[in-house]
DNA sequence: TTAGTTAAGATTTTT
DNA sequence: TCTTAACTAA
């Protein structure tokens, strides 16, 4: 069958040109997943390979899924199911549970989500005696992430970083947290790249099974791919060399995951005659919504060449709105909702985009007020709610015994008399000793008191009655729904009678059920592999089946689609482009790419909007419209020549922030324009005491520039808070 | 040992 | 504003 019909020359290329390595620069709108399920449907109906030789790769769940679906949709019989697609960390995954022996590990290992590598990162923390108010966690764990991202070992740490207070503590933590993972049997989210790597590394009769095995590899997305799966890709594409990526370059928003932008622009490096195809053409927006992204992204200077364009009809002009605050912004967003919802669009045909997940709730608010559906992608998910984290530690405690961090979580939740005393006491025996702490258990321990010991030994009855029943194979969804009553779980929340609390036992109730769906489905019923595959879960099925929901998301999330119309909220300076990422050119790089992926999800109309004042903390600060609209012509936006006044704050009109109304010795410049000169002792927020050098500019350009320490830096006056020293 | 109260501290994006 | 850590009383 020609799966080339009604394709451009581009596309048909992509399709046609199957071996060897291929790059495919597809921009925003272009086809891309019609190209990659075409380009299998066609290997494997005109090419005759098996769909088993053909594997591809994507970044979450839901692009695989749709991936799957669609090849389905292409080839007869269901054949498309057989194809390899999967996620990077499932592939993995797959991988690492078939081959754990030759890691040393059992294939029932656990994997640590976020919190779990938390916990044990706070534990190891605390043994080596470091504060962690000092020091938080949660860097210490983004730094070991993004190490391992980058192929860096523990053992290696130290050589690859430049030495100092934070990379020495790092080094430490790090190899004592390995240490125990693996003495609990247990791996964290970038070992499941970082191990599939050495592996293939160090075996090489591994990596030729799956060589063989794999005749054809396919990436989507491949910008935002990072170090360690830039060589798994490699190692996967091996012996044949038939390697096949897609992305763009300019929707790279992942750096801070460790994404580096140069693996697909050095691609043609990496892979000495390849093919490269550039999908320009857009099918998807209009050309106001196209030319309006193609001038922001041409502000960008590291990126690969190329001109977007469109055969589409002209379109609306973009709406453009200011705003006092959040509320009054989603407020006017519903309400422009329910205007085009009586034109006859379906709600499902907008989506409220914006840049962090705390201002989803404003919008939340307006939609219930109005009795709206909504749905939340991304975000707070099902599975990360406390009483579904807690039962998930018990389960994976019944699977993995030796998993002492799971164990530690669940030990007096609910409570049940375990107090800090006792379980200090077991830590330092399983420290000592190097038993895991469900071992201690049995031991007899010095200074133990009476009451405690039977606590522990009660809690241990349970759970081995649970493993028992586990390795006799009872049902996942019994051991679930016993393990609520015999943990004392349900009894707990039933007393506590709070609406809260039920709602959280309805939860669990609702946890139970989905591993009875997921028996009654899956291939492998086992809670090995239930476990195993919600680990690896985003935000799909939060249980609600609305039918036409309005849709809201991060900009993160938003990549890979579209809808009728999109509203792009919160543009002001700080949250887009954010100010924790603009402390780079790269930085600044991203977030326009970011940017330009919001633009380029809107297929009919775009509204974007901003206020001028939002709430931080409680209280109201005063903000300026994003940068991002300056680079947008005013030909693309509604109310021409009005735009340039949008978001031009009045200073006299301005509440002075709390924080400086309290002493009358400081000051807030914002309400005094042209107080400040050089020589200056002054007090940032972020950057402590300064000294002013140069102040330029007027009205609302008026900047100053100012030296903390060998630090200079540039604000502008009329947003920036500084106390007056004297 | 726990529950209940108070004070500080936090917000970028996620597989 | 909301959550979590630290502190206090029973």
Same mark, same amino acid.
């Given at each position: 069958?020609?799966?080339?019909?009604?394709?451009?020359?581009?596309?048909?290329?992509?399709?046609?040109?199957?071996?060897?390595?291929?790059?495919?620069?597809?921009?925003?709108?272009?086809?891309?997943?019609?190209?990659?399920?075409?380009?299998?449907?066609?290997?494997?109906?005109?090419?005759?390979?098996?769909?088993?030789?053909?594997?591809?790769?994507?970044?979450?769940?839901?692009?695989?899924?749709?991936?799957?679906?669609?090849?389905?949709?292409?080839?007869?019989?269901?054949?498309?199911?057989?194809?390899?697609?999967?996620?990077?960390?499932?592939?993995?995954?797959?991988?690492?549970?078939?081959?754990?022996?030759?890691?040393?590990?059992?294939?029932?290992?656990?994997?640590?989500?976020?919190?779990?590598?938390?916990?044990?990162?706070?534990?190891?923390?605390?043994?080596?005696?470091?504060? !962690?108010?000092?020091?938080?966690?949660?860097? @210490?764990?983004?730094?070991? #992430?993004?190490? $391992? =991202?980058?192929?860096? %070992?523990? &053992?290696?740490?130290?050589?690859?970083?430049?030495?100092?207070?934070?990379?020495?503590?790092?080094?430490?933590?790090?190899?004592?947290?390995?240490?125990?993972?693996?003495?609990?049997?247990?791996?964290?989210?970038?070992?499941?790249?970082?191990?599939?790597?050495?592996?293939?590394?160090?075996?090489?009769?591994?990596?030729?099974?799956?060589?063989?095995?794999?005749?054809?590899?396919?990436?989507?997305?491949?910008?935002?791919?990072?170090?360690?799966?830039?060589?798994?890709?490699?190692?996967?594409?091996?012996?044949?060399?038939?390697?096949?990526?897609?992305?763009?370059?300019?929707?790279? !928003?992942?750096?801070?995951?460790?994404?580096? @932008?140069?693996?697909?622009? #050095?691609?043609? $490096? =990496?892979?000495?005659? %390849?093919? &490269?195809?550039?999908?320009?053409?857009?099918?998807?927006?209009?050309?106001?919504?196209?030319?309006?992204?193609?001038?922001?992204?041409?502000?960008?200077?590291?990126?690969?060449?190329?001109?977007?364009?469109?055969?589409?009809?002209?379109?609306?002009?973009?709406?453009?709105?200011?705003?006092?605050?959040?509320?009054?912004?989603?407020?006017?967003?519903?309400?422009?909702?329910?205007?085009?919802?009586?034109?006859?669009?379906?709600?499902?045909?907008?989506?409220?985009?914006?840049?962090?997940?705390?201002?989803?709730?404003?919008?939340?608010?307006?939609?219930?007020?109005?009795?709206?559906?909504?749905?939340?992608?991304?975000?707070?998910?099902?599975?990360?709610?406390?009483?579904?984290?807690?039962?998930?530690?018990?389960?994976?405690?019944?699977?993995?015994?030796?998993?002492?961090?799971?164990?530690?979580?669940?030990?007096?939740?609910?409570?049940?008399?375990?107090?800090?005393?006792?379980?200090?006491?077991?830590?330092?025996?399983?420290?000592?000793?190097?038993?895991?702490?469900?071992?201690?258990?049995?031991?007899?321990?010095?200074?133990?008191?009476?009451?405690?010991?039977?606590?522990?030994?009660?809690?241990?009855?349970?759970?081995?009655?649970?493993?028992?029943?586990?390795?006799?194979?009872?049902?996942?969804?019994?051991?679930?729904?016993?393990?609520?009553?015999?943990?004392?779980?349900?009894?707990?929340?039933?007393?506590?009678?709070?609406?809260?609390?039920?709602?959280?036992?309805?939860?669990?109730?609702?946890?139970?059920?989905?591993?009875?769906?997921?028996?009654?489905?899956?291939?492998?019923?086992?809670?090995?592999?239930?476990?195993?595959?919600?680990?690896?879960?985003?935000?799909?099925?939060?249980?609600?089946?609305?039918?036409?929901?309005?849709?809201?998301?991060?900009?993160?999330?938003?990549?890979?689609?579209?809808?009728?119309?999109?509203?792009?909220?919160?543009?002001?300076?700080?949250?887009?482009?954010?100010?924790?990422?603009?402390?780079?050119?790269?930085?600044?790089?991203?977030?326009?790419?970011?940017?330009?992926?919001?633009?380029?999800?809107?297929?009919?109309?775009?509204?974007?909007?901003?206020?001028?004042?939002?709430?931080?903390?409680?209280?109201?600060?005063?903000?300026?419209?994003?940068?991002?609209?300056?680079?947008?012509?005013?030909?693309?936006?509604?109310?021409?020549?009005?735009?340039?006044?949008?978001?031009?704050?009045?200073?006299?009109?301005?509440?002075?922030?709390?924080?400086?109304?309290?002493?009358?010795?400081?000051?807030?410049?914002?309400?005094?324009?042209?107080?400040?000169?050089?020589?200056?002792?002054?007090?940032?927020?972020?950057?402590?005491?300064?000294?002013?050098?140069?102040?330029?500019?007027?009205?609302?350009?008026?900047?100053?520039?100012?030296?903390?320490?060998?630090?200079?830096?540039?604000?502008?006056?009329?947003?920036?808070?500084?106390?007056?020293?004297?």
């Amino acid at each position: 069958m020609d799966f080339t019909i009604g394709l451009n020359e581009e596309q048909k290329k992509a399709i046609l040109q199957t071996e060897g390595p291929v790059l495919i620069f597809a921009g925003a709108g272009s086809g891309k997943t019609r190209v990659i399920t075409h380009r299998i449907a066609h290997l494997i109906d005109n090419l005759e390979n098996f769909p088993e030789s053909i594997c591809a790769v994507t970044f979450t769940n839901k692009a695989a899924e749709e991936m799957r679906e669609r090849v389905n949709h292409l080839l007869p019989g269901g054949i498309g199911s057989r194809v390899v697609i999967k996620t990077f960390h499932s592939l993995c995954l797959m991988i690492l549970r078939r081959e754990a022996k030759h890691l040393g590990f059992l294939s029932g290992f656990t994997i640590y989500d976020t919190s779990l590598q938390e916990s044990l990162i706070k534990e190891v923390m605390k043994d080596l005696k470091m504060d !962690i108010k000092q020091l938080k966690p949660s860097s @210490i764990v983004h730094a070991i #992430s993004r190490s $391992k =991202d980058a192929m860096v %070992s523990h &053992i290696k740490y130290l050589d690859h970083y430049e030495k100092d207070f934070f990379s020495e503590k790092v080094d430490a933590v790090f190899s004592e947290y390995e240490k125990r993972k693996e003495q609990r049997q247990a791996l964290d989210f970038g070992d499941l790249i970082f191990r599939t790597v050495e592996l293939f590394k160090n075996n090489k009769k591994i990596l030729h099974q799956y060589n063989t095995k794999f005749k054809y590899l396919m990436v989507d997305e491949y910008q935002d791919t990072n170090k360690a799966q830039y060589e798994l890709v490699k190692y996967l594409a091996g012996e044949s060399g038939n390697l096949c990526v897609v992305g763009d370059d300019d929707q790279s !928003i992942y750096s801070w995951r460790g994404a580096d @932008i140069s693996n697909i622009l #050095s691609f043609h $490096k =990496d892979y000495p005659n %390849s093919f &490269i195809v550039k999908l320009e053409e857009n099918y998807r927006s209009t050309p106001t919504i196209l030319g309006a992204a193609s001038t922001l992204i041409a502000n960008n200077t590291n990126r690969s060449d190329k001109t977007i364009f469109t055969n589409n009809p002209d379109g609306n002009k973009i709406g453009l709105f200011s705003y006092e605050n959040e509320a009054e912004e989603a407020e006017s967003i519903i309400k422009q909702i329910i205007k085009s919802k009586q034109e006859n669009k379906k709600f499902s045909d907008h989506a409220i985009f914006y840049r962090t997940n705390a201002q989803s709730r404003y919008f939340e608010e307006a939609l219930r007020r109005y009795s709206i559906p909504y749905k939340i992608f991304g975000g707070f998910r099902f599975f990360d709610r406390k009483e579904i984290k807690d039962i998930i530690a018990y389960l994976n405690t019944i699977v993995n015994p030796l998993d002492s961090t799971s164990l530690m979580r669940i030990i007096n939740t609910p409570s049940r008399g375990i107090g800090e005393t006792t379980i200090e006491k077991m830590n330092r025996i399983s420290l000592e000793e190097g038993i895991s702490l469900f071992e201690v258990i049995d031991r007899t321990i010095p200074g133990m008191k009476k009451g405690a010991i039977v606590k522990v030994q009660e809690l241990k009855k349970m759970l081995s009655d649970l493993q028992d029943k586990h390795e006799k194979k009872k049902s996942p969804s019994e051991i679930a729904y016993e393990l609520i009553e015999r943990s004392g779980m349900r009894e707990e929340m039933e007393n506590e009678g709070t609406e809260e609390s039920i709602s959280r036992l309805e939860n669990l109730n609702e946890f139970v059920n989905s591993v009875k769906d997921y028996e009654t489905n899956a291939e492998d019923p086992s809670l090995e592999e239930f476990l195993n595959q919600i680990s690896l879960l985003t935000s799909e099925e939060d249980t609600a089946n609305l039918e036409d929901y309005v849709v809201l998301m991060t900009v993160h999330n938003s990549k890979g689609l579209e809808f009728d119309t999109v509203f792009l909220s919160g543009m002001e300076e700080g949250t887009f482009p954010h100010s924790l990422s603009m402390d780079s050119d790269t930085g600044a790089e991203e977030e326009r790419r970011l940017a330009y992926v919001a633009i380029t999800r809107a297929k009919r109309k775009l509204v974007i909007s901003f206020c001028r004042f939002t709430r931080k903390f409680g209280n109201v600060e005063p903000r300026i419209r994003s940068r991002f609209f300056d680079e947008i012509p005013e030909q693309f936006f509604e109310e021409m020549g009005e735009k340039k006044q949008y978001g031009v704050r009045k200073p006299s009109h301005a509440p002075i922030p709390k924080r400086f109304t309290s002493d009358d010795s400081k000051v807030d410049v914002n309400t005094k324009n042209g107080s400040l000169q050089p020589g200056l002792k002054i007090r940032h927020k972020v950057y402590g005491v300064g000294i002013i050098t140069k102040v330029s500019g007027n009205g609302e350009n008026e900047k100053v520039e100012v030296k903390f320490g060998n630090l200079d830096k540039k604000f502008l006056i009329a947003y920036t808070p500084l106390e007056i020293l004297n």
